[in-house]
């Protein structure tokens, strides 16, 4: 769906189609765009996207150790929000079918929308790979989360998870980004391996290079050289040797995860750009809040 956009520079570059005119926030990379119906304080949320997405962008290269693609951001009213809880979509995970991001305003508190375009903009450099899946959404989270400093923790999955009695979906992965168990799950495991010291940086190539039908019992097997067989165990001993036990998760970062994760101006300068990937099909890459989550999908399911 096309939405016309107001653009946040005072410069005026050529026109694109409609009324809507590019505003460019970082040479070649990030164009911000915002609904004008909204008002100042959606301007004010474009505007400081602007001068954060360089930032962003430049993180998330560091993360997946690749150069990204030009993308383009409209900050809206995603879902009649105002507040961020609208959450953040796109149409794919790579730069060309993926490249047009939708981020909800949050009116006063621009570090949410940040962190929103932070978690498609990860998802579009997963290069078409773990689409749909509950392991790419743990990522794009766990990225939002580190380049966002944790803005979106109201949008926690892991004490969703540990309510439903910590289902296992680290020897299978869940073909869905809308459930809050499995992509719980994929928090609280991948929060429980930067703990042991595999930092973002090496977890998010490794996942995209495992790819749809990969699960976090191989990730694990691959970065710790342990049989894949023994990750569920491990993980579920971790943790029941918190202080009291599973009882006292109350975030996504359960193991402390995120304090020990690489400062974003600290990382490597990535190495390659992003290679051409393969279509994504077509499922969801909507990034929301559990209960919103769980709203949407019963709504398509009485449809």
């Known amino acids: 769906m096309r939405r016309r956009g107001k653009p946040t520079q005072q410069k005026k570059p050529a026109p694109t189609k409609g009324d ?8 070649g ?8 119906s909204l008002g100042q ?9 602007v001068n954060d997405a360089g930032r962003v962008a430049t993180a998330n290269d560091g993360i997946f150790g690749t ?12 879902g009649g929000a105002t507040d961020g809880t609208g959450g953040a979509d796109h149409m794919g995970c790579d730069y060309t079918t993926g490249a047009a991001i939708e981020v909800d305003a949050s009116f006063g508190n621009s570090a949410r929308v940040s962190a929103l375009f932070e978690a498609e903009l990860s998802e579009c450099s997963m290069n078409g790979n773990l689409c749909g899946e509950s392991t790419g959404e743990a990522l794009s989270r766990w990225c939002a989360m580190a380049v966002g400093n944790n803005a ?25 980004d809308q459930n809050a168990d499995s992509i719980g799950c994929g928090m609280a495991f991948l929060s429980w391996l930067i703990s042991q010291g595999h930092s973002l940086e090496e977890i998010a190539p490794a996942m995209v290079n ?21 990750a569920w165990t491990n993980f579920q001993n971790a943790i029941q040797s918190l202080p009291n036990g599973a009882n006292s998760i109350t975030s996504d970062d359960p193991f402390s995860g995120l304090a020990q994760t690489t400062p974003m101006a600290q990382l490597p300068a990535p190495k390659a750009k992003v290679k051409a990937a393969a279509i994504c ?9 559990p ?12 449809k």
Do not use: C
């Not at 809507?20 to 040479?27: C, F, G, R, V």
């Not at 990379?29 to 004008?36: C, G, H, N």
């Not at 304080?41 to 996207?49: I, K, R, V």
């Open 20 to 27: 809507s005119q590019s505003a460019p926030a970082w040479p």
């Open 29 to 36: 990379r990030v164009r911000v765009y915002v609904d004008p």
């Open 41 to 49: 304080p959606a301007l004010q949320n474009a505007q400081d996207l």
């Open 67 to 78: 150069i990204g693609g030009p993308v383009s951001v409209i900050v809206f009213a995603l």
């Open 152 to 176: 979106l923790a109201d949008f926690a999955t892991v004490p969703q998870w540990v309510q439903d009695g910590m289902p296992d979906f680290v020897d299978k992965t869940d073909p869905t």
């Open 210 to 230: 495992l790819g749809d039908s990969g699960t976090l019992a191989q990730l694990y097997a691959g970065l710790t050289s342990d049989a894949a067989a023994n």
């Open 281 to 289: 099909p077509p499922r969801s890459k909507r990034l929301l809040p």
């Open 291 to 302: 209960t919103k989550a769980q709203g949407e999908q019963r709504r398509r399911h009485d």
